[in-house]
C-alpha cells in the first residue's frame, strides 16, 4: 500500500512498512499518477485509487 498525504509518503509492501512517512518536498498538490519500471516485463493488477 502506497499513501501520500501532503508532501509525507508510507509505503507498506507484503505487510512490512519500508518507508514510514519520509517527506518529499515539492510534491504538487494534484497531477498525475505514473507507474514505472526499469527493464523487466511487469504487470500491475489490482491498483485502487482514492482521495484521502
Do not use: C, Y
Request: aromatic letters at 4%; charged letters at 20%; proline letters at 4%.
Amino acid at each position: 500500500m502506497i499513501t501520500m498525504k501532503g508532501d509525507r509518503l508510507t509505503v507498506v509492501l507484503n505487510g512490512q512498512k519500508v518507508i514510514d512517512n519520509a517527506q518529499l518536498p515539492g510534491v504538487p498538490a494534484k497531477g498525475k499518477l505514473a507507474l514505472q519500471h526499469h527493464g523487466a516485463s511487469i504487470d500491475f493488477a489490482n491498483l485502487w485509487i482514492k482521495e484521502l
